[in-house]
């Protein structure tokens, strides 16, 4: 049987013959920050195990579009999109995004409280926010979310023929899609991702159209699929702190803290691998050229000499925001405002129409650090 751990962790397990054996492991929080800003360690080592474990070099280039890429090129691709996710323009997405899951609390509330809350809310809302982003049509929403958990999979350690097959095809049915959809664009332009990015020059080159179905994708699978799971881990965190649930509905104020607390103690990103492009020395150990180091952040996020007390859950804890999960340095989560956002808004809206949730049953968790669903049952206010 294939093991399956929590996708990226466990991905970074894998060795090939060139690498050191044991690939280094980087565990302290300094250490973890300084690889992340060396440009000598890059995240190619994402496109180089989806290809090994036998995804299409093309299809891991249109689900991995920016891990393909470092320095210069990856630059000026990243200001092309830093400009959709300004604080501005991620702050102009809240409305809609309180109405959305105001929406689907609604539906919550239908049901008597009693839910798989992954399916009712944690899923559905990351691709309709996205949908907005990038002027898609809100239908879309459903298949968006299906393409995103298929695509996750290439991300997972070690993929089986039929999981191969389910990449392969999302990223085909996403690459149709992505034609009809520049074609909407360039016939209607508007204020969204699409548009810029096919109106944006890198280099004094505008993108080809598979470079920004490749962008299109690689967002679907990084703000869709995360998100869902980040949600459902901080439901579960503080449905095991149920009076820090009811704090959160008093003080609201403290929720974007609230937020960064869930992403240090249980963000659903363990870690990350990089490839060394020329020798370096992380944490003191030795990296050979082109050989593996392990970036560990589940160790670096509770490191005792930069967060006090690390192991506990601390709702209100200052410094909590210096985490990891969303990376650092060139490559740190360009969604990272707009993910903040999603997980504050979902939970201002579930703490205050509901009591701390009961958990019913807890699903099994395929290759993430969150499980595909969760049963709860959530009291009325
Ligand atoms: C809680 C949810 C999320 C988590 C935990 C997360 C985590 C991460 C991490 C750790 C990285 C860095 C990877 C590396 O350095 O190799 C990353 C990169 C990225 N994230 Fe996120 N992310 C989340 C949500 C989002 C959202 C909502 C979007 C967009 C709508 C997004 C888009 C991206 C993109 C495009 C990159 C690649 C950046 C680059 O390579 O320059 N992510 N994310």
Redesign the pocket.
């Given at each position: 049987m294939v093991e399956r751990g929590p996708v990226?962790l466990a991905r970074m397990g894998k060795t090939r013959p060139v690498e050191p054996d044991p690939v280094p492991i980087v565990t302290g929080w300094t250490a973890s920050r300084e690889a992340?800003t060396d440009r000598r360690l890059s995240?190619r080592s994402?496109v180089e195990d989806m290809v090994a474990g036998g995804i299409t070099a093309a299809t891991a280039a249109q689900v991995a579009p920016?891990?393909s890429?470092h320095g210069e090129d990856?630059r000026h691709l990243?200001a092309v999109?830093s400009v959709a996710?300004t604080p501005r323009k991620v702050e102009q997405l809240r409305p809609a995004t309180r109405a959305i899951t105001e929406r689907l609390a609604d539906g919550i509330e239908a049901a008597g409280g009693e839910c798989d809350v992954v399916s009712s809310f944690a899923e559905p809302l990351?691709p309709e926010v996205?949908a907005l982003?990038f002027g898609l049509p809100v239908e879309d929403r459903d298949r968006l979310a299906r393409w995103a958990a298929e695509i996750a999979l290439a991300f997972v350690p070690t993929q089986v023929p039929d999981e191969v097959a389910r990449v392969e095809r999302a990223a085909a049915e996403m690459r149709e899609y992505g034609h009809e959809r520049i074609a909407a664009s360039r016939a209607a332009p508007g204020e969204d991702l699409v548009t810029r990015l096919l109106e944006a020059e890198v280099d004094g080159e505008h993108l080809t159209d598979d470079q920004v179905i490749a962008m299109i994708t690689?967002?679907v699978f990084?703000?869709?699929e995360?998100?869902r799971?980040?949600?459902t881990a901080a439901i579960q965190v503080l449905a095991e702190h149920p009076s820090d649930w009811d704090r959160l509905a008093a003080e609201p104020d403290l929720l974007p803290t609230a937020v960064d607390e869930i992403?240090r103690l249980r963000?659903?990103?363990p870690g990350?691998s990089?490839r060394a492009e020329e020798a370096v020395v992380a944490e003191g150990v030795e990296v050979p050229e082109g050989g593996r180091v392990v970036l560990l952040?589940t160790s670096a996020n509770q490191d005792p000499e930069r967060f006090p007390d690390p192991a506990a859950f601390v709702v209100d804890r200052p410094d909590a925001h210096a985490h990891?999960?969303?990376?650092?340095?060139?490559?740190?989560?360009?969604?990272?405002g707009?993910?903040r956002l999603?997980?504050a808004e979902g939970l201002r809206t579930l703490t205050t129409r509901f009591g701390p949730p009961e958990v019913l049953e807890t699903g099994p968790a395929s290759g993430f650090a969150a499980p595909d669903w969760l049963r709860v049952r959530f009291p009325r206010r």
């Open positions: 990226i992340l995240p994402f920016l891990f890429r990856h990243r999109l996710f990351p996205f982003l690689g967002f990084a703000g869709a995360t998100t799971r980040q949600l992403l963000g659903i990103v990350l990089r952040f990891l999960t969303f990376g650092w340095g060139p490559h740190l989560c360009v969604g990272a707009l993910a999603e997980l």
